[in-house]
Protein backbone atom coordinates (compact mmCIF):
# COMPACT_ATOMS: atom_id res chain seq x y z
CA UNK A 1 0.00 0.00 0.00
CA UNK A 2 1.29 3.02 -0.90
CA UNK A 3 2.01 5.47 1.82
CA UNK A 4 1.09 9.30 1.42
CA UNK A 5 3.81 12.02 1.33
CA UNK A 6 3.36 15.45 2.81
CA UNK A 7 3.35 17.96 0.72
CA UNK A 8 5.32 21.29 0.69
CA UNK A 9 2.09 22.75 1.78
CA UNK A 10 1.95 20.77 5.11
CA UNK A 11 6.13 20.79 5.41
CA UNK A 12 6.60 24.39 4.93
CA UNK A 13 4.16 26.90 3.56
CA UNK A 14 1.42 25.98 6.48
CA UNK A 15 2.92 27.02 9.91
CA UNK A 16 3.78 30.39 7.84
CA UNK A 17 0.37 31.13 6.69
CA UNK A 18 -0.67 29.73 9.83
CA UNK A 19 1.34 32.32 11.82
CA UNK A 20 0.02 35.13 9.40
CA UNK A 21 -4.21 34.49 9.29
CA UNK A 22 -6.50 34.88 12.55
CA UNK A 23 -7.44 30.97 12.93
CA UNK A 24 -9.49 31.97 15.96
CA UNK A 25 -11.63 34.16 13.81
CA UNK A 26 -12.82 31.27 11.07
CA UNK A 27 -13.09 28.67 13.85
CA UNK A 28 -15.82 31.00 14.95
CA UNK A 29 -17.02 31.90 11.82
CA UNK A 30 -17.27 27.54 11.23
CA UNK A 31 -19.28 27.76 14.54
CA UNK A 32 -21.37 30.09 13.57
CA UNK A 33 -23.39 28.47 10.20
CA UNK A 34 -24.89 25.37 10.52
CA UNK A 35 -23.61 23.86 7.20
CA UNK A 36 -26.00 21.06 6.67
CA UNK A 37 -28.81 22.75 6.99
CA UNK A 38 -27.55 25.96 4.77
CA UNK A 39 -26.57 23.44 2.67
CA UNK A 40 -29.25 21.32 1.99
CA UNK A 41 -30.81 25.10 0.44
CA UNK A 42 -28.49 24.73 -2.78
CA UNK A 43 -28.46 20.70 -2.82
CA UNK A 44 -30.09 19.19 -5.27
CA UNK A 45 -31.08 15.61 -5.54
CA UNK A 46 -30.43 15.35 -8.78
CA UNK A 47 -27.09 16.14 -9.52
CA UNK A 48 -24.58 13.20 -9.69
CA UNK A 49 -21.24 14.14 -8.53
CA UNK A 50 -18.55 12.61 -10.09
CA UNK A 51 -15.86 10.02 -8.52
CA UNK A 52 -13.12 12.06 -9.32
CA UNK A 53 -14.30 14.50 -7.32
CA UNK A 54 -15.99 13.19 -4.54
CA UNK A 55 -13.13 10.25 -4.16
CA UNK A 56 -9.95 12.34 -3.53
CA UNK A 57 -8.75 14.45 -1.38
CA UNK A 58 -8.33 18.07 -2.07
CA UNK A 59 -5.44 20.58 -0.12
CA UNK A 60 -4.73 18.05 2.55
CA UNK A 61 -8.63 18.19 3.35
CA UNK A 62 -10.30 14.35 3.98
CA UNK A 63 -13.79 14.75 1.59
CA UNK A 64 -11.98 17.74 -0.84
CA UNK A 65 -14.72 20.70 -1.49
CA UNK A 66 -17.80 17.97 0.09
CA UNK A 67 -16.50 19.02 3.52
CA UNK A 68 -17.30 22.38 5.28
CA UNK A 69 -13.98 22.86 6.23
CA UNK A 70 -13.26 23.29 2.77
CA UNK A 71 -15.75 25.92 2.48
CA UNK A 72 -14.11 28.06 5.62
CA UNK A 73 -10.40 27.43 4.91
CA UNK A 74 -10.31 28.39 1.45
CA UNK A 75 -10.20 32.57 1.49
CA UNK A 76 -8.16 33.05 4.31
CA UNK A 77 -5.34 30.59 2.79
CA UNK A 78 -5.86 31.69 -0.98
CA UNK A 79 -4.81 34.80 -0.38
CA UNK A 80 -1.46 34.22 0.33
CA UNK A 81 -1.14 31.73 -2.42
CA UNK A 82 -1.96 33.80 -5.47
CA UNK A 83 1.19 35.95 -6.35
CA UNK A 84 1.55 38.80 -6.35
CA UNK A 85 -1.87 39.30 -4.95
CA UNK A 86 -5.38 37.41 -5.10
CA UNK A 87 -6.88 39.85 -6.38
CA UNK A 88 -4.69 41.17 -9.22
CA UNK A 89 -4.71 37.61 -10.40
CA UNK A 90 -8.83 37.30 -10.63
CA UNK A 91 -8.61 41.16 -11.95
CA UNK A 92 -6.78 39.45 -15.00
CA UNK A 93 -9.77 37.40 -16.27
CA UNK A 94 -11.94 40.24 -15.61
CA UNK A 95 -9.67 42.53 -17.81
CA UNK A 96 -9.39 39.89 -20.42
CA UNK A 97 -13.27 40.29 -21.30
CA UNK A 98 -14.30 41.60 -24.58
CA UNK A 99 -17.95 40.99 -24.98
CA UNK A 100 -20.44 42.89 -23.21
CA UNK A 101 -21.97 40.21 -21.35
CA UNK A 102 -25.85 40.58 -20.40
CA UNK A 103 -25.53 37.02 -18.32
CA UNK A 104 -22.53 35.17 -17.41
CA UNK A 105 -22.00 31.67 -15.82
CA UNK A 106 -18.84 31.27 -13.05
CA UNK A 107 -18.14 27.52 -13.37
CA UNK A 108 -16.91 25.79 -10.40
CA UNK A 109 -17.54 29.17 -8.79
CA UNK A 110 -16.41 27.89 -5.28
CA UNK A 111 -16.62 30.46 -2.56
CA UNK A 112 -17.37 32.96 -4.90
CA UNK A 113 -14.22 35.31 -4.99
CA UNK A 114 -14.28 36.10 -8.51
CA UNK A 115 -18.19 36.04 -9.51
CA UNK A 116 -18.34 38.57 -7.24
CA UNK A 117 -15.83 40.75 -8.96
CA UNK A 118 -17.72 39.64 -12.20
CA UNK A 119 -21.06 41.15 -10.45
CA UNK A 120 -19.11 44.64 -9.46
CA UNK A 121 -17.34 44.86 -13.47
CA UNK A 122 -20.68 43.91 -15.03
CA UNK A 123 -23.69 45.16 -12.60
CA UNK A 124 -26.48 44.96 -14.88
CA UNK A 125 -25.59 41.67 -16.16
CA UNK A 126 -27.29 38.19 -14.33
CA UNK A 127 -24.34 36.73 -12.78
CA UNK A 128 -24.54 32.62 -11.75
CA UNK A 129 -22.11 31.05 -9.60
CA UNK A 130 -22.44 27.14 -10.15
CA UNK A 131 -20.36 24.94 -8.50
CA UNK A 132 -20.79 20.88 -7.14
CA UNK A 133 -19.86 21.89 -3.57
CA UNK A 134 -23.53 23.31 -1.62
CA UNK A 135 -21.22 24.16 1.66
CA UNK A 136 -19.02 26.45 -0.87
CA UNK A 137 -21.92 28.37 -2.54
CA UNK A 138 -23.11 29.05 1.39
CA UNK A 139 -20.09 30.66 1.90
CA UNK A 140 -20.58 32.54 -1.52
CA UNK A 141 -23.68 33.42 -0.84
CA UNK A 142 -22.76 34.53 2.31
CA UNK A 143 -20.00 37.10 0.90
CA UNK A 144 -22.21 38.38 -1.80
CA UNK A 145 -24.57 39.53 0.82
CA UNK A 146 -22.18 41.10 3.15
CA UNK A 147 -20.85 43.34 -0.66
CA UNK A 148 -24.67 43.87 -1.50
CA UNK A 149 -24.15 41.81 -4.57
CA UNK A 150 -27.43 39.79 -6.50
CA UNK A 151 -26.24 36.77 -7.78
CA UNK A 152 -27.65 33.30 -8.35
CA UNK A 153 -25.63 30.65 -6.91
CA UNK A 154 -26.48 26.99 -8.31
CA UNK A 155 -25.26 23.71 -7.24
CA UNK A 156 -24.60 21.88 -10.71
CA UNK A 157 -21.74 19.51 -12.40
CA UNK A 158 -19.83 22.35 -15.18
CA UNK A 159 -20.33 19.32 -17.42
CA UNK A 160 -23.40 18.86 -17.54
CA UNK A 161 -24.91 21.99 -16.47
CA UNK A 162 -28.57 21.73 -17.48
CA UNK A 163 -28.87 25.01 -18.55
CA UNK A 164 -30.35 25.50 -22.51
CA UNK A 165 -28.50 26.36 -25.72
CA UNK A 166 -26.74 30.04 -26.02
CA UNK A 167 -28.10 30.83 -22.43
CA UNK A 168 -25.18 32.89 -21.87
CA UNK A 169 -22.83 36.04 -23.14
CA UNK A 170 -19.51 34.70 -20.80
CA UNK A 171 -18.69 31.85 -19.33
CA UNK A 172 -15.91 31.87 -16.96
CA UNK A 173 -13.71 29.62 -14.90
CA UNK A 174 -10.68 30.33 -12.02
CA UNK A 175 -8.65 28.00 -10.54
CA UNK A 176 -10.86 24.76 -11.84
CA UNK A 177 -9.06 23.28 -14.55
CA UNK A 178 -5.90 22.22 -12.52
CA UNK A 179 -8.47 20.25 -10.19
CA UNK A 180 -10.09 18.47 -13.29
CA UNK A 181 -9.18 15.49 -15.10
CA UNK A 182 -8.57 15.90 -18.54
CA UNK A 183 -11.52 14.20 -20.20
CA UNK A 184 -13.58 16.16 -17.54
CA UNK A 185 -11.47 19.62 -19.02
CA UNK A 186 -12.47 19.04 -22.34
CA UNK A 187 -16.27 17.77 -21.53
CA UNK A 188 -16.54 21.11 -19.44
CA UNK A 189 -15.61 22.96 -22.82
CA UNK A 190 -18.06 21.42 -24.45
CA UNK A 191 -20.33 22.53 -22.27
CA UNK A 192 -19.29 26.12 -22.39
CA UNK A 193 -19.41 25.96 -26.15
CA UNK A 194 -22.70 24.78 -25.81
CA UNK A 195 -24.12 27.48 -23.59
CA UNK A 196 -22.64 30.30 -25.36
CA UNK A 197 -24.13 32.57 -27.89
CA UNK A 198 -22.50 33.28 -31.44
CA UNK A 199 -20.02 35.85 -30.70
CA UNK A 200 -20.06 34.57 -27.00
CA UNK A 201 -16.31 34.13 -24.83
CA UNK A 202 -15.17 31.59 -22.61
CA UNK A 203 -12.73 32.32 -20.34
CA UNK A 204 -10.13 30.19 -18.37
CA UNK A 205 -7.72 31.47 -15.24
CA UNK A 206 -5.55 29.09 -13.90
CA UNK A 207 -1.92 27.79 -13.44
CA UNK A 208 0.53 28.70 -16.31
CA UNK A 209 0.98 25.39 -17.71
CA UNK A 210 4.46 26.04 -18.68
CA UNK A 211 5.77 27.09 -15.34
CA UNK A 212 4.08 24.24 -13.90
CA UNK A 213 5.78 21.87 -16.44
CA UNK A 214 9.44 23.83 -15.93
CA UNK A 215 9.08 23.59 -12.27
CA UNK A 216 7.92 20.39 -10.85
CA UNK A 217 8.13 21.37 -7.17
CA UNK A 218 5.03 23.83 -8.22
CA UNK A 219 3.01 20.35 -8.38
CA UNK A 220 3.65 19.64 -4.63
CA UNK A 221 2.32 22.31 -3.29
CA UNK A 222 -0.87 20.72 -2.45
CA UNK A 223 -2.72 17.59 -2.26
CA UNK A 224 -3.96 18.52 -5.79
CA UNK A 225 -4.79 14.70 -7.76
CA UNK A 226 -4.90 16.29 -11.33
CA UNK A 227 -2.49 19.04 -11.65
CA UNK A 228 0.15 17.18 -13.32
CA UNK A 229 -2.70 15.93 -15.67
CA UNK A 230 -3.25 19.58 -16.13
CA UNK A 231 0.23 20.57 -16.44
CA UNK A 232 1.03 18.20 -19.41
CA UNK A 233 -1.84 19.47 -21.51
CA UNK A 234 -2.53 22.21 -23.62
CA UNK A 235 -5.51 24.56 -23.04
CA UNK A 236 -5.34 25.90 -26.12
CA UNK A 237 -5.49 22.66 -27.81
CA UNK A 238 -8.63 21.26 -26.20
CA UNK A 239 -10.17 24.99 -26.45
CA UNK A 240 -9.76 24.44 -30.09
CA UNK A 241 -11.05 20.98 -30.13
CA UNK A 242 -13.99 22.07 -28.42
CA UNK A 243 -14.71 24.47 -31.50
CA UNK A 244 -13.54 27.94 -30.08
CA UNK A 245 -11.43 30.11 -32.03
CA UNK A 246 -9.06 33.29 -31.56
CA UNK A 247 -8.02 30.84 -28.97
CA UNK A 248 -5.02 33.21 -26.73
CA UNK A 249 -2.99 32.34 -23.62
CA UNK A 250 -1.56 34.86 -21.70
CA UNK A 251 0.79 34.40 -18.91
CA UNK A 252 -0.51 36.65 -15.99
CA UNK A 253 2.44 37.02 -13.39
CA UNK A 254 4.14 34.05 -14.51
CA UNK A 255 2.73 31.68 -11.90
CA UNK A 256 -0.81 31.97 -13.90
CA UNK A 257 -2.40 31.93 -17.30
CA UNK A 258 -5.59 33.07 -18.76
CA UNK A 259 -7.10 31.69 -21.65
CA UNK A 260 -9.82 33.21 -23.94
CA UNK A 261 -11.86 31.78 -26.47
CA UNK A 262 -14.38 32.55 -28.92
CA UNK A 263 -17.74 31.31 -30.28
CA UNK A 264 -17.52 31.84 -33.38
CA UNK A 265 -20.17 34.19 -35.36
CA UNK A 266 -21.24 32.06 -38.49
CA UNK A 267 -20.21 33.82 -41.60
CA UNK A 268 -17.41 35.92 -39.60
CA UNK A 269 -14.32 36.67 -40.74
CA UNK A 270 -12.23 35.17 -38.17
CA UNK A 271 -9.49 37.38 -38.14
CA UNK A 272 -11.55 40.14 -36.55
CA UNK A 273 -11.97 37.79 -34.01
CA UNK A 274 -8.29 37.28 -33.23
CA UNK A 275 -7.27 40.17 -32.04
CA UNK A 276 -7.25 39.94 -28.91
CA UNK A 277 -5.69 42.28 -26.17
CA UNK A 278 -3.15 41.47 -24.26
CA UNK A 279 -3.27 41.81 -20.29
CA UNK A 280 -2.42 44.41 -18.41
CA UNK A 281 -3.33 45.11 -15.02
CA UNK A 282 -5.98 48.04 -14.41
CA UNK A 283 -7.40 49.46 -11.24
CA UNK A 284 -8.46 47.26 -9.01
CA UNK A 285 -11.81 47.38 -6.92
CA UNK A 286 -10.50 46.01 -3.64
CA UNK A 287 -14.07 46.46 -1.65
CA UNK A 288 -14.31 43.08 -2.02
CA UNK A 289 -13.46 40.88 0.84
CA UNK A 290 -13.64 37.74 2.53
CA UNK A 291 -16.10 38.57 5.74
CA UNK A 292 -12.52 39.84 7.63
CA UNK A 293 -11.66 35.99 6.90
CA UNK A 294 -8.71 37.50 5.16
CA UNK A 295 -33.41 37.33 -21.19
CA UNK A 296 -32.02 33.69 -22.52
CA UNK A 297 -29.78 33.72 -25.72
CA UNK A 298 -29.29 37.73 -25.93
CA UNK A 299 -26.10 38.81 -28.58
CA UNK A 300 -23.39 39.77 -27.69
CA UNK A 301 -22.30 43.15 -28.87
CA UNK A 302 -19.01 45.43 -28.80
CA UNK A 303 -16.14 42.75 -29.38
CA UNK A 304 -13.43 44.84 -28.48
CA UNK A 305 -9.97 44.86 -29.70
Known sequence: MAVRQNTIWENFLSPMVRFLIDEEKWRRYAASIDWEKQSDRFRRSDIIVPSYYSNQNFHGIEGGYLNPEAAVSYDPVTQYLLPPNEIVVRQALIDTVKVHPRRILDLGCGTGSTT????????????????????????????????????????????????????????????????????????????????????????????????????????????????????????????????????????????????????PIPGTDVTIQKKVRRYTPTSIDSTIDNNDLEGLGSPVFGITA
Open 116 to 263: LMLKQAFPQAEVIGLDLSPYMLVRAEDKAESAGLEILWRHGNAEKTNFPDVAFDLVTASLLFHELPSTASQAVLQESFRLLVSGGQVLILDGNQKTLRQLEWLNDIFEEPYIREYAAGNLDAIMDAAGFEAVQTQDVWWINQVTSGIK
